[in-house]
């Protein structure tokens, strides 16, 4: 079984800061790994994934995760956030083994502070 | 290149009705995903399908949901009868091939049930 776990709830940050969104996972396999982005009324959009290779992977709008394997983490990071950053940010996992299903967490809600 | 399209955006009901939520893929995409997101939690896959087939419904609550995908292409999800827990935002996705496809996600229905 595959589980996903997003500590902070909430997380404010002021415009222009650095933020750091937590994300770890459990399975007993190999895994896929996924950042979404749920705007306002909005359906969730890919930022990023993690498949194989580097584990540093960099998405769209400035975002970046890395994935550690031995502390089974995939944190979501950025240097500045705008206005425009607000919104709910899912960590999403899946097994590369099989036909396992995504598997979401339950989201960090970032509110961005003028 | 047109999104997925669901509709209703919003609908509310009493307890023990029945309603019926549609969803159009991405043109191509021959896998489409209905999710369940109950306020405050992540998305919970309901059912997929590839094609025209079943390939996961292990989460469908199945003396009351039921879901169809007629010729692979639009998709229906019903509700019968609705109870007061399945208040939530019905988000249906495509993907072209499988889940390590980036799954494109439409902007769901919030549906209330009274």
């Known amino acids: 079984a595959q589980s996903v776990t997003q500590l902070d709830s909430q997380v404010p940050v002021f415009e222009e800061a650095p933020v750091e969104l937590r994300c770890n996972y459990s399975s007993s396999v190999s895994v896929y790994l996924f950042w979404y982005v749920q705007y306002p009324n909005q359906g969730l959009q890919l930022l990023l994934k993690y498949l194989s290779g580097s584990t540093l992977v960099k998405g769209i709008n400035g975002f970046e995760a890395e994935f550690n394997k031995s502390q089974t983490s995939f944190h979501l990071r950025k240097p500045s956030v705008h206005i425009s950053d607000t919104a709910e940010y899912f960590c999403a996992v899946r097994s590369n083994f099989g036909n396992e299903k995504l598997t979401f967490g339950t989201g960090t809600r970032l509110t961005i502070i003028p | 290149e047109a999104g997925v399209a669901q509709s209703p955006r919003y609908k509310i009901i009493e307890k023990r009705q029945s309603v019926a939520f549609w969803c159009n893929p991405i043109s191509g995409h021959a896998t489409l995903y209905w999710y369940q997101q109950i306020l405050g939690q992540g998305p919970k896959l309901l059912i997929q399908f590839q094609n025209n087939g079943v390939v996961d419904d292990s989460q469908l609550p199945k003396d009351r949901f039921s879901a169809e995908r007629l010729k692979g292409v639009d998709s229906t999800l019903k509700i019968q009868p609705a109870k007061l827990e399945d208040s939530a935002v019905y988000l249906c996705?495509?993907?072209?091939?499988?889940?390590?496809?980036?799954?494109?996600f439409g902007p769901g229905t919030r549906l209330t049930v009274l």
């Open positions: 996705a495509s993907s072209f091939r499988g889940l390590v496809d980036t799954q494109y």
